[in-house]
C-alpha cells in the first residue's frame, strides 16, 4: 500500500515536473522557479528555489551523479545548475529559440539533451556544456525524452502522435506514430531484457497521450544502425489524457498520472502488466507529473494545484494494491472509502465519484447496496446508472466469491492474466487462452508474447490436459 507522507506547497503555479537524485527531489513550475529538497525530512534546501528562468520552467532532471540539475523553460533555455550550492553553470540556448519543454541527461552524463516546441532537439555535451549535434522530429512539438540505460540510443515523444528513436550521433533510426492525439511523455525501464542470445538488445519503454492510453513497448536494437518498437500492450485504465508515466527504478512497478486527477499504479513483469486496483486520493487538479526515487520506496506526483505528494510504499510489499482478478471477498469488505473511489473510477463510474464519497461509501456498504439505497439514500436518479452500479456490483461479488483463493499462475493465460478458459499451446511450448493468442497474431505478430522470438508455427493444438486440470480445481473451489 502507498502512505502520502508529506506535501509540499511552496510553489505559488502549476507543477510541471518533479525528478529525484539519491538524495534531493527537484520540482518545477509554472512560477519560473526550480525547488529542492532534502530526501532526509523533505526540507526545502537553504540555496532553494532556483531562480534565472523568465518564464516557465517545464521539467528538471538530475545527472546519474545527483550533482547537477537541468531546468528547461519557455525563455528558449536549458540551464545547468550545481546541486551542492545552487551555482548556475550554464545557461544552453537552443538554436532556434523555441521554448524548451523537456531535457534529459544521458545514464553516463555524456549527453544532455533538450527538445523544443518547434520540434528541434540538441545534443550538449554534459562535460563542456558545449553543443554537440542538433536536429528536427518530422511534425510537431518535441514534449518527452528518454534514455535507453546504455546511453547509445534516446527516444522522443512529439504533441503529433510520434515516437522517434535517435542514436547518439543524432541520426534518427526509427520513426512511429503511436497516439493519435500526440505523444505527452515517455520512460524506458533501467532494466535492460535479454532475449537468450544477444544480452540487453531489449528494453522496455512506456509512452502516454492525449489519446487517455499508455503503451507498452520493447525497443530492440539489431546492431547501431538500426531499431523498432515493437507494441506489447495498452492499458486504459484512465478516462482523460494521461500526463505523465514513469518505471521505478528496479523496473517492477509504472506510475502514470491523468487530467482525470488520478494516479494508478501497475506492476510491471517481463511477459505481462497486471494492473493495480489501488488509486491514489483523487487531486483536486490534473495530475501534471510522476517520478520514482532511484533505491528507495518513494514516489512523487505533482499537480496543477500547486503541490507534490511524496508517497511511501510498504517495503514488503512495493505494489501492494489490489490486483482486480485476485481480489478476495474479505478484502473488499475491508476497502477504505478512497479504495471505493479508485473502484468506480476504473469501471467508468467516474460520474458517481462526487456521490460516493459524500456518503461515505466503504467496502461493506459497497458490497451491500440495493436498488432501493442507491435511489432513496444515495438520490442516484438515473435508472441506466442505477442498473449499471448494481450490475458492476454483482460482478464484482461474483468475482472475489468464485476465488477464494489464489489461481494457480499456470491457469492464467500470459496475455491477459485471467483464467483460461480454451487453453492451446503455440509454437513456442506456452499455453495461452486461445481467443487472446488469435487476436494477439491477427494484429500482425508473429512473435511469442512470452519470448518475443519469432513463432516458427501459427499452428495452435488445444491443450486438453489443462482444460481438464482447470475444471477439476473450479470444481474443488465450489465446493
Given at each position: 500500500m502507498a502512505t502520502l507522507i508529506h506535501t509540499l506547497a511552496d510553489h505559488s503555479d502549476d507543477v510541471n515536473y518533479c525528478a529525484f537524485s539519491s538524495s534531493c527531489l527537484a520540482t518545477c513550475s509554472l512560477d519560473k522557479t526550480v525547488r529542492l529538497y532534502s530526501l532526509d525530512d523533505f526540507a526545502e534546501l537553504p540555496y532553494s528555489p532556483l531562480r534565472g528562468h523568465t518564464y516557465a520552467v517545464h521539467c528538471c532532471c538530475f545527472s546519474p551523479s545527483g550533482h547537477t540539475l537541468a531546468s528547461c523553460s519557455t525563455d528558449g533555455t536549458t540551464m545547468v545548475w550545481d546541486t551542492r550550492d545552487g551555482r548556475r553553470l550554464a545557461v544552453l540556448e537552443q538554436p532556434s529559440g523555441s521554448p524548451?519543454?523537456?531535457?534529459?541527461?544521458?545514464?553516463?552524463?555524456?549527453?544532455?539533451?533538450?527538445?523544443?516546441?518547434?520540434?528541434?532537439?540538441?545534443?550538449?555535451?554534459?562535460?563542456s556544456l558545449k553543443l554537440y549535434r542538433s536536429g528536427n522530429v518530422k511534425d510537431g512539438s518535441l514534449v518527452a525524452c528518454a534514455f535507453s540505460p546504455n546511453g547509445f540510443f534516446f527516444v522522443t515523444g512529439s504533441s503529433c502522435g510520434d515516437l522517434?528513436?535517435?542514436?547518439?550521433?543524432?541520426?534518427?533510426?526509427?520513426?512511429?506514430?503511436?497516439?493519435d492525439l500526440g505523444v505527452t511523455c515517455c520512460d524506458i525501464s533501467s532494466q535492460p531484457i535479454s532475449d537468450g542470445e544477444h544480452e540487453s538488445r531489449y528494453f522496455q519503454m512506456a509512452s502516454c497521450g492525449q489519446d487517455n492510453q499508455i503503451k507498452l513497448w520493447l525497443i530492440s536494437f539489431a546492431d547501431f544502425a538500426s531499431a523498432e518498437l515493437k507494441h506489447k500492450y495498452t492499458l486504459s485504465g484512465h478516462s482523460a489524457p494521461v500526463l505523465a508515466c514513469a518505471f521505478s527504478y528496479d523496473g517492477q512497478m509504472l506510475v502514470s498520472g491523468s487530467v482525470d486527477k488520478c494516479v494508478i499504479i501497475y506492476e510491471t513483469v517481463i511477459n505481462s502488466f497486471n494492473v493495480i486496483f489501488h488509486t491514489f486520493v483523487f487531486i483536486s487538479r490534473y495530475v501534471t507529473t510522476c517520478a520514482f526515487a532511484p533505491c528507495v520506496l518513494l514516489l512523487?506526483?505533482?499537480?496543477?494545484?500547486?503541490?507534490?505528494?511524496?508517497?511511501?510504499?510498504?517495503?514488503?510489499?512495493?505494489?501492494?494494491?489490489?490486483?482486480?482478478?485476485?481480489?478476495?471477498?474479505?478484502?473488499?469488505?475491508?476497502?477504505?472509502?478512497?479504495?471505493?473511489?479508485?473502484?468506480?473510477?476504473?469501471?467508468?463510474?467516474?460520474?458517481?465519484?462526487?456521490?460516493?464519497?459524500?456518503?461515505?461509501?466503504?467496502?461493506?456498504?459497497?458490497?451491500?447496496?440495493?436498488?432501493?439505497?442507491?435511489?432513496?439514500?444515495?438520490?442516484?436518479?438515473?435508472?441506466?446508472?442505477?442498473?449499471?452500479?448494481?450490475?458492476?456490483?454483482?460482478?464484482?461479488?461474483?468475482?472475489?466469491?468464485?476465488?477464494?483463493v489464489a489461481i494457480p499462475d499456470e491457469f492464467l493465460c500470459p496475455i491477459t492474466r485471467e483464467l483460461m478458459k480454451e487453453p492451446v499451446i503455440a509454437a513456442d511450448g506456452y499455453s495461452y487462452e486461445k481467443e487472446a493468442l488469435e487476436n494477439w497474431l491477427n494484429n500482425k505478430r508473429r512473435s511469442s508474447p512470452m519470448t518475443n522470438l519469432p513463432l516458427p508455427s501459427l499452428l495452435l493444438t488445444p491443450n486438453r490436459s489443462l482444460k481438464v486440470a482447470i475444471s477439476r480445481w473450479l470444481e474443488t473451489q465450489q465446493k
Open positions: 524548451v519543454r523537456v531535457c534529459r541527461f544521458s545514464p553516463e552524463s555524456t549527453y544532455l539533451v533538450s527538445g523544443a516546441a518547434d520540434g528541434s532537439v540538441v545534443l550538449w555535451n554534459a562535460q522517434t528513436i535517435w542514436d547518439d550521433k543524432m541520426r534518427c533510426l526509427y520513426n512511429k506514430k503511436t497516439h512523487a506526483t505533482g499537480s496543477m494545484d500547486k503541490t507534490v505528494n511524496i508517497w511511501q510504499f510498504d517495503h514488503e510489499q512495493p505494489c501492494s494494491g489490489r490486483i482486480i482478478q485476485n481480489e478476495s471477498k474479505r478484502a473488499v469488505e475491508n476497502w477504505s472509502e478512497e479504495d471505493v473511489l479508485a473502484w468506480l473510477h476504473a469501471q467508468g463510474l467516474t460520474d458517481l465519484v462526487g456521490i460516493f464519497k459524500m456518503n461515505n461509501i466503504d467496502g461493506k456498504e459497497l458490497l451491500n447496496l440495493t436498488k432501493e439505497s442507491l435511489m432513496n439514500e444515495l438520490k442516484i436518479e438515473s435508472l441506466g446508472l442505477r442498473s449499471k452500479v448494481l450490475r458492476k456490483i454483482e460482478e464484482l461479488r461474483v468475482k472475489v466469491e468464485s476465488v477464494s
